[in-house]
């Protein structure tokens, strides 16, 4: 006697084999109902089947999926469904987030409707704002238009490591655009077979079985034949990108090369010059016969074989700890010539935007860069003195020119030639004793005046390398406090619902949808507190040029947030314990079963798209551009004592920076993850990021024609780094290439036949992954420099370069 589904009566009731597809086994009632590797389920008279319990949470089912009879602990049955203990908390925190927000509006409507009383510096501020963009012409009234092609046009503006970071954009697209061509081909030569619907179905589904019972011996082979192209793709996908990225690690190379020999920049005229013994600044005034530590370095090198074409020098001092100081004499000099230009005649100089002023509510100090240093009276008085009185006496004692006279120099100075021919000929001639003992170096620093950062001169390097590991430290503690604080919650109310059975109804909907793209999105406030942190640590370090320091926050931002990916693909691992639990599914079944795969592509899938890799980028210009304009604006108009140029200074737009490159490397190592699972979509996973790399591409374009300061990158030290960084997506394609080939997914010719994906198999990946990181860095070291090629640069006057460039050697040394 047989039951309905062709089984024995001693076992009579189907179950699948989650190892296989399309494989089943008759069991026992008790088997159906019991086992433990599939809990959750009853025996089904009627269909023959282990049905599973579709009530998450369930621990016992009544006759019917869809009821429960007792729930888990830590859940309660009401009303027929299980819902966990952790429901109150959370609704608490919703709730809390709630009113917060609601404040926040009302703040914002509150702002927007506030009396105007400082319309003269909002104007100033707007029309400062506009000045200070990426402007074109010479008078630098017009901004430059839209459809102008960066990735080909030098802008001086910009410098040419802004031309390398759009080529490195624009690359990602093109690799992006192959790889889901590629990808598509494969899916459009087996979308025709009706195997792939059974892959995509879980091995629980309903219909699955009846799909199965359709496959003939020619569907099967079908399916060997998707699993071997999937290893062909996997492998045609890897070379190509792998020998792409040496290529155009070659293409940037030479591009800078080219694009710097035909600019005409102010890098082309001074060398540094190191070894001078350190000395203070010395007397304000010099007693007769005395010579300034400028003057005696200028005549030095004149004295030299450099001769006359020695322009002039720009010391390196030591403003360790005159930084601020010094920076209240610029802020000082510029408030009296902006005086003197509008022909106002002799104001109070406004103070800086440190110092304390009481009058403002404390969020609004915070936004307006101003700090309240006690309670004020109702005349906006502290301790009997009103705010500009508060602050009066400190600026004017940090103006005395009489406070640097000890500050010392760092022992180097940029030296200035009249021509870039000069420069070169220097760099090959040898330089005598300065004072006849101090031995001279000297080298070209690959930077812009504008692109120097001063205050770095004074720290040694093994000071620098001390704080880079504070800040390492650092940042670790801030990824434990966000995992404690945030992400740890989180995580404990995922597991506390999805590592039980019957889970699997809720991650199939809607709701599996909008749980990972919730995570996505609080794994993007992390990465956002990330990147924070990152810039404040590579700042602190206090480097001589903003190339080193942005490299150095793009290398820790990448590999942070790389670091917390794997944290989340490992939760993200745990939120299918649910569908492991009803699936019976175990290490091997997930290595060697599509459908099981399949699932898991799913949860991939809703984590990175739209939370990690799109979501992000749409509301970013609401996040730099749109909401600090109209939120400054009305401060502005509404503060009353807020100077022209404390609002001028408010009201810029934020500088360009070159750390999208990090934001392309993690979202295209995220989706190279997708090649470890054989799927028909993967081609969708890089259709969507095709579209973030588009929204990337058009908001950083508008962004640095129309919503940046102006900002110079000129040297190259971003783009070799983003090039090292490019390592990541290629190890974790060969990665899933070996994980194919070593037997992942049972790719083998024949039906039903695998290897046993063992932890052996595991550690073949990882040496792969590895071996790639090794070779790609030896590569781009040792092999890829070979091909530069050097342009030999026209001759170009100091003089004639210097009235097109507001910033020079001499004017950006505080």
């Not at 009401?78 to 809390?96: D, F, K, M, Q, T």
């Not at 002023?357 to 860069?369: H, K, M, N, R, T």
């Not at 037997?743 to 063992?758: L, P, T």
Request: one cysteine or more; proline letters at 4%; a negative charge.
């Amino acid at each position: 006697e047989r039951g309905s589904r062709g089984c024995p009566s001693q076992c009579r009731f189907m179950r699948y084999d989650p190892h296989l597809v399309c494989r089943y086994r008759c069991v026992t009632e008790a088997q159906c109902v019991s086992n433990p590797d599939m809990p959750s389920s009853i025996a089904d008279l009627e269909s023959g089947m282990c049905t599973l319990c579709k009530v998450s949470g369930c621990e016992k089912c009544a006759a019917s999926a869809n009821k429960c009879l007792t729930c888990k602990a830590g859940f309660d049955f009401i009303e027929g469904a299980c819902l966990p203990h952790s429901r109150w908390g959370w609704r608490i925190v919703y709730a809390v987030l709630g009113v917060l927000l609601v404040a926040v509006l009302v703040w914002l409507i509150q702002l927007a409707w506030r009396p105007v009383v400082n319309q003269e510096a909002l104007d100033a501020a707007v029309l400062h704002r506009s000045l200070s963009k990426t402007l074109h012409d010479e008078e630098r009234r017009r901004p430059y238009p839209l459809h102008t092609n960066v990735c080909t046009e030098f802008i001086p503006e910009g410098g040419t490591g802004v031309l390398l970071h759009f080529r490195f954009e624009h690359a990602a697209l093109h690799w992006t655009f192959f790889v889901a061509v590629v990808m598509g081909c494969v899916a459009l030569m087996h979308n025709r077979f009706q195997v792939v619907e059974v892959v995509q179905l879980a091995p629980s589904h309903e219909e699955v079985y009846e799909s199965c019972m359709a496959l003939d011996v020619e569907d099967q082979a079908d399916l060997n034949t998707m699993r071997m192209h999937f290893l062909y793709a996997t492998a045609f996908v890897y070379v190509a990108s792998f020998v792409g990225v040496l290529l155009f690690a070659i293409s940037q190379r030479r591009t800078f090369v080219e694009t710097d020999a035909r600019a005409a920049t102010m890098n082309d005229f001074a060398l540094f010059c190191s070894g001078f013994p350190h000395e203070t600044w010395g007397p304000v005034e010099p007693q007769e016969g005395e010579v300034g530590l400028e003057d005696e370095y200028t005549q030095f090198f004149r004295d030299s074989p450099w001769g006359d074409s020695v322009l002039g020098v720009s010391v390196a001092w030591d403003l360790t700890d005159k930084s601020e100081d010094v920076m209240d004499m610029v802020k000082d000099a510029i408030a009296r010539m902006e005086t003197e230009r509008r022909g106002d005649g002799p104001i109070e100089v406004p103070p800086p935007l440190q110092r304390s002023c009481p009058c403002l509510p404390d969020i609004e100090s915070q936004l307006l860069g101003v700090t309240a240093p006690g309670p004020s009276n109702d005349k906006g008085e502290v301790g009997g003195e009103s705010c500009a009185a508060a602050t009066s006496q400190s600026w004017r004692g940090a103006a005395a020119v009489e406070g640097f006279t000890d500050m010392r120099t760092t022992g180097g100075t940029f030296v200035v030639f009249c021509t870039n021919g000069d420069m070169l000929k220097a760099l090959q001639t040898p330089l005598p004793k300065f004072r006849g003992v101090h031995e001279i170096r000297v080298r070209h620093m690959d930077c812009e005046p504008a692109t120097v950062l001063w205050d770095g001169f004074g720290v040694t390097h093994a000071e620098r390398l001390v704080q880079i590991v504070k800040g390492i430290f650092g940042l670790i503690m801030l990824m434990i406090a966000w995992a404690v604080l945030f992400w740890g919650p989180y995580t404990y109310y995922v597991l506390s619902w999805t590592k039980v059975g019957g889970s699997t109804q809720y991650m199939e909907g809607i709701g599996g949808f909008a749980q990972s793209t919730i995570l996505g999105l609080l794994i993007t406030v992390g990465n956002q507190a990330v990147y924070a942190a990152c810039g404040y640590i590579a700042q602190s370090c206090r480097f001589k040029t903003t190339d080193s320091r942005d490299k150095l926050s793009v290398v820790l931002y990448t590999f942070a947030v790389s670091i917390n990916t794997v944290l989340d693909l490992g939760l993200l691992t745990y939120m299918a314990h649910g569908f492991q639990q009803d699936s019976g599914m175990n290490e091997s079944a997930f290595v060697r079963n599509p459908s099981m795969q399949h699932a898991l592509f799913v949860q991939l899938v809703g984590y990175i798209y739209p939370g990690t890799i799109l979501a992000p980028f749409l509301l970013e210009p609401l996040g730099v551009c749109v909401v600090p304009f109209y939120v400054y604006c009305w401060l502005i108009r509404s503060t009353a004592d807020l100077s022209i140029l404390q609002a001028e200074k408010l009201l810029e737009c934020p500088p360009f920076d070159c750390n999208r490159y990090g934001d392309i490397i993690i979202n295209c190592t995220l989706c190279c993850c997708i090649f470890f699972l054989t799927s028909v979509n993967i081609w969708w996973m890089f259709a969507q990021l095709l579209s973030s790399m588009l929204v990337i591409c058009v908001w950083d374009r508008y962004r640095f024609l129309r919503q940046s300061t102006r900002m110079e990158f000129a040297a190259k030290r971003m783009d070799v780094a983003a090039q090292y960084l490019t390592v990541l997506p290629c190890a974790i394609l060969f990665g899933g290439l070996t994980f194919k080939f070593m037997g992942g997914q049972a790719m083998v010719k024949k039906w039903g036949r695998h290897a046993y994906f063992s932890r052996s198999e595991w550690f073949c990946v990882l040496v792969a992954m590895l071996v790639h990181v090794i070779l790609h860095s030896l590569l781009l070291h040792f092999v890829v420099p070979l091909f530069d090629r050097e342009i030999e640069e026209e001759e170009r006057d100091y003089l004639e370069v210097a009235e097109s460039t507001s910033s020079n050697w001499f004017n950006a040394n505080p």
